[in-house]
């Protein structure tokens, strides 16, 4: 099933591509537009989390645990 596709043309910083460029590579994007669209969704995914009021944790390595804290959603 082929998704539809829309062109969107955007202003970014070097800051913004380097983010992108670094997702393309850590998240094995096929392109920036590709790791781009996968940040967006993992975005949605963890804001629509924080405002039903859920805690979106990250376990570390050693097993201990970390609350991620995004300013503005929410409520937090």
């Known amino acids: ?11 970014l910083t070097h800051r ?3 983010n992108a ?8 994007s096929p392109s920036k537009a ?9 975005a949605e995914q963890i804001t629509r989390k924080l405002e039903q009021g859920d805690e979106v944790l ?5 097993g201990s645990a970390v609350k991620l804290f995004l300013p503005r959603v929410g409520g937090a």
């Open 21 to 28: 460029e670094s997702l393309e590579r850590r998240l094995r």
């Open 1 to 11: 099933m082929a998704m539809e596709l829309t062109k969107v043309t955007m202003n």
């Open 58 to 62: 990250i376990r570390r390595r050693d």
């Open 16 to 18: 913004d591509i380097a």
């Open 34 to 42: 590709s790791a781009v669209s996968s940040a967006l969704a993992i």
